[in-house]
Every structure is written in C-alpha cells, then in structure tokens.
T-cell receptor, first 113, second 111 residues
Framework: AQSVTQLDSQVPVFEEAPVELRCNYS??????LFWYVQYPNQGLQLLLK??????LVKGINGFEAEFNKSQTSFHLRKPSVHISDTAEYFC???????????FGTGTSLTVIP | GAGVSQSPSNKVTEKGKDVELRCDPI?????LYWYRQSLGQGLEFLIY????????KSGLPSDRFSAERTGGSVSTLTIQRTQQEDSAVYLC?????????FGSGTQLSVL
C-alpha cells in the first residue's frame, strides 16, 4: 500500500513571500502524485499532477511541484503568494490502477496581509 | 452534468437510524470513489467503483457501511444504525485520466 505524509499541518506566510508545502510518500511501486486544494467552503480541486516525464510540474495559480524519487518527495512551491491562496492543500498518491488515491492529512496555508 | 452532484448537502440524524447519501458523477466517467473527511483528518478512502467490475470495498470501516452504483452512474452510500463516530463529511468523486472531480460533499451529523 501507499501512504502520504504532510509534515506541516499549518503554514502561515506573509503576502508576496514564497512558500513551500512539504509532501513525502511511501510506496513499493511506481506512483502518480497530485496536489489538491480546498478553498474555504468549497470542494477539492486539482492543482497539479505528476504522471511521468519532466519531474517539475506546473499547475494552476502559479503553483509548481517537483517529483524527487530518491527523496520520495513531491513538495509544492509558489514564489509569491496572494491572499486568495489561503486554503487547505492535500497531497495524494496513487498507482497505475488508480483504484485508491491515498491523501495526506492536509496543510492549512494562511496568507497574512 | 457540469460537475459531481451530491445530496443532501447536510443530514442530521439520530443515533441508530439509517441514512442514504447520493452521488451523481460526471457523465461518462467510469470511475467513482467515496471518501470520508473528518475534522482535522485527511481523506479516508471508503469504496471505489470502476465500470462493471466488482467494487473495491477495502476501505469500508464496518459492515454497517455499504454502497451501490446503478447503471454505471448514480451511486448511493448507505450507513445503517448510525453512530456518533460516523459524523463527518462524505465526499464523492468521479475520475477521468487520473483527475478526480469532487462533489461538495454531504455533512453528516449523528446526534
């Protein structure tokens, strides 16, 4: 089975500062990796995904993530955050079967004006 | 439809009662998932349907939980004899090309 660890439950950051949300995974087989975002009072939506190819993946709203197989990580980054980025961020992993997506416990990002 | 639709959006029930939660996936999506999200927790996998294959029920927490998917489309999650620990947001998602599209969820409160 696979598992996901999000090391930071809460991350406060000032507006226009850079941010990194950390995600590590565990798996004995090749994985596909995802970041989802949940804005206040909204459903989850896909930010970005890594299936294959370039290890640097760009997503919506200026976010990007880098797949590092040796460190089993898929950290999410943004060079300059906005107030509107305040949300809960979830890292997820699955395999080629796609029968289960394993989610981390989430990181609450709060952008401070 | 335009997205995944779940009903009801909120359900308050008494301990011991049965509840049914409904999910209408995006038309054409063959994969459907149910997850449970508790306060401060991640998403807990419950069950997965793929086309006409037997569902993956490995995440159902007890035999009080069951789900079905009729005609490869609408799905119903049933919780029998509800307990207070069943209180959570129940999320449905349908999938295409490894993209999960989530509904807004059903907030279940068991009193």
């Amino acid at each position: 089975a696979q598992s996901v660890t999000q090391l930071d439950s809460q991350v406060p950051v000032f507006e226009e500062a850079p941010v990194e949300l950390r995600c590590n995974y565990s798996s004995s087989v090749s994985v596909y990796l995802f970041w989802y975002v949940q804005y206040p009072n909204q459903g989850l939506q896909l930010l970005l995904k890594y299936l294959s190819g370039s290890t640097l993946v760009k997503g919506i709203n200026g976010f990007e993530a880098e797949f590092n197989k040796s460190q089993t990580s898929f950290h999410l980054r943004k060079p300059s955050v906005h107030i509107s980025d305040t949300a809960e961020y979830f890292c997820a992993v699955t395999t080629w079967t796609g029968n289960q997506f394993y989610f981390g416990t989430g990181t609450s990002l709060t952008v401070i004006p | 439809g335009a997205g995944v639709s779940q009903s009801p959006s909120n359900k308050v029930t008494e301990k011991g009662k049965d509840v049914e939660l409904r999910c209408d996936p995006i038309s054409g999506h063959t994969a459907l998932y149910w997850y449970r999200q508790s306060l401060g927790q991640g998403l807990e996998f419950l069950i997965y349907f793929q086309g006409n294959s037997a569902p993956d029920k490995s995440g159902l927490p007890s035999d009080r939980f069951s789900a079905e998917r009729t005609g490869g489309s609408v799905s119903t999650l049933t919780i029998q004899r509800t307990q207070q620990e069943d209180s959570a947001v129940y999320l449905c998602a349908s999938s295409q090309s490894f993209n999960l599209f989530f509904g807004s969820g059903t907030q279940l409160s068991v009193l």
